[in-house]
């Protein structure tokens, strides 16, 4: 087969059994489900589900966690070394130990020729089921206390044809090995690469995108994998960035605003505090970007507990003070509760129609309401932007954790072409922003509320878990409410609220039992977690245990102590906003890590949750998060309307990031409206570049 002169890597895409295409490619065929390729049925696609792989596309598009790197195989009689190794033999004895707080142990007995040695799989305990004595193995894997501690294995027949040294590792599961995830990757990789097609114009002369993705799965050297991964990484900087420009429409016009007035005056006049300097501040540019008539573009970054929602309430108000409509919409359901009772509390006082919207009940009267402006706010998920929701006359737009929210969404309700204010509270360095959020204009809250004190945070390990216990009791006998967060596993949502109920129910017996515990999870229905919400405010409940679900947005004041269970599973960035939910009232708070024992954590773990104890700025914490973990997933950038970065390192990447930025300038400024090559750019498929 004639190699394509246009092929940049060296890599396997020059496979001779590859199906090259007839004629045009098929990208809609990356949206196949798995099923239709070869050899795998339906069975082993529900088994993909969890791991976030329905398509064939899926497949293709996921990165690579890591790759094994050439490790020596060692005869078993001859391992001393502390090195990573691979070790092949015939499987023993095997047993399977539970350990306390949920954890297990799997070992079996490993023999090859020159001795026998015990293997160790922590917190597998499927491994068991799938080991057999006689069984060959191919261990990867370091000679640790207990035995062998095993990395990645290929069992069976997948251990006789493992053969690779440099081969990519994808994040398995309970019932899809390693090993079965390389040979699909390979199957989809065979099958379908020449569907991938270039988004940027062919006249770049960039790699294409097809070779870089084949690359990226099998490479040959750590080089070609950083390559493969830096030209994927540029793909999606240029959306990015194309998304960013895209949402700035400059020709936009709305209406100014009228002079703060009485309405204004008197929710001054209402609220149970004085605003701080940074409040006054950011409202004072509000109030500038309101007198003019193109749309208010401004993002209010505040950390957590800062204070943005009264900010937020004062921008809906100018709004209803001028007999127009102001809008709130948050991420989630619960956070839209939560500020609906935040809102509507005042909004009563002042005599102000506040409704709720979200996909749940009730829905009809409060669209009636949003459009015959009998609803003057309107608080709400992103099912205040769906089709059938008619604002009467929308002026002024809230959008909380607005980086949650994609690119289209945004743009959906800026059709409405009201002033716009953009939160979050997850902090993104300077040097981010600006890539992420284009040229909004950014106000600030860089100190929470003086009465506030900084929250203490401690981190014991598991076998001192009984004393946080103890603390956290001693609040709830001094009045003060409290959290447990439950681990962060990685299941399903319907696992994850099940194993929450256990442990609430676990915890109502033993540590809890003489206190009134409720329970918060993703599962629970919109009632019945406005119930649970409204309990715990009203102090009928003395303990939430929630999962993540309280990250955002629950605000009680009175709860002043959290203990995070396993607190070494979560990310700093969510750590950090898990935290805000204490520290919210004038009592001094405090925060309980506990992981598990402290010497069987990694390095890098340590260091995340000794970043906590040490800092509680969101700022400092996001570089620190950063710097440790060294890539993309950067909170901030999550679902920017392109969907997650993938394969960008945002630290490692600023050059790049450079140079998408140019690239997509010089797309924007082709001739004509450039909309449509940029719709055709952000879908990732062009014909017209195939070569
Ligand atoms: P954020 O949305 O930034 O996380 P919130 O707006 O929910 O923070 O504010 C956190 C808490 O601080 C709330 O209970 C709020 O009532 C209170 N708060 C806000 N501003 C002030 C202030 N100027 N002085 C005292 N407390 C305040
Ligand atoms: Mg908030």
Known sequence: MQVPAHTGFAGLVQDENWRRPRGWAHPERLNDPVTNLPGVGPTLAKRLVPLGIQTVGDLLYRRPRRYETAADQIPIGSLNTTDEVVIAGTVGDIRTRVLPRRRSLVTARITDETGTISATWFNQPWVAERLRPGMPVRLRGKTGRYGFDVKTYDLGDDAA?????????????????????????????????????????????????????????????????????????????????????????????????????????????????????????????????????????????????SGKTVVALYCLLRAVEAGRQGALMAPTETLAEQHFLTVEAICRELGVTCVLLTSGAGSKASRDAIASGAAQIAVGTHALIQRGVEFADLAVAVVDEQHRFGVEQRQALSEHRPHLLHMTATPIPRTLALTVYGDLAVSEIAQPPASRKPIITAWVGAERSSEAYERLCAHLDAGRQAYVVCPLIELSETRLARAAEAEAERLQRAELRNYKVGLLHGKLKPAERREVMRAFKQRELDVLVATTVI???????????????????????????????????????????????????????????????????????????????????LLGTRQSGVGDLRFTRLRADRALLERARDLARGLVNEDGPWHDEADRLLQGADPANLA
């Open 161 to 305: 044809k493992a053969t690779a040294d440099f081969a990519p590792v994808y994040g398995a599961s309970e019932h899809v090995s390693p090993a079965r995830l390389r040979e699909l990757t390979r199957t989809a990789v065979e099958n379908h690469i020449y569907d991938v097609l270039d988004p940027l114009p062919a006249e770049l002369d960039l790699t294409l995108r097809r070779d870089a993705l084949a690359t990226l799965h099998f490479p040959e050297t750590p080089a070609q994998a950083e390559e493969a991964r830096k030209r994927l990484a540029l793909d999606e900087l240029v959306a990015l960035q194309l998304a960013v420009f895209r949402s700035h429409d400059d020709s936009a016009v709305a209406d100014a605003l009228p002079k703060p007035g009485e309405l204004i005056e008197r929710y001054r006049t209402a609220l149970p505090f004085t605003l701080t300097e940074h409040q006054e501040a950011a409202i004072r540019e509000i109030d500038r970007d309101l007198q003019k008539s193109v749309p208010m573009q401004r993002l209010l970054q505040g950390d957590v507990g």
């Open 551 to 633: 990250e955002v947005g629950v605000d009680v004041p009175n709860a002043t102590i959290m203990i995070v269970q396993e607190a070494d599973r979560f990310g700093l960035a969510q750590l950090h906003q898990l935290r805000g939910r204490v520290g919210r009232g004038a009592e001094q708070s405090y925060c309980l890590l506990i992981s598990r024992a402290k010497d069987e954590l990694t390095d890098n773990t340590k260091a995340r949750l000794q970043a906590l104890v040490d800092s509680t700025d969101g700022f400092e914490l996001a570089e620190r998060d950063l710097e440790l973990r060294g890539e993309g997933q």
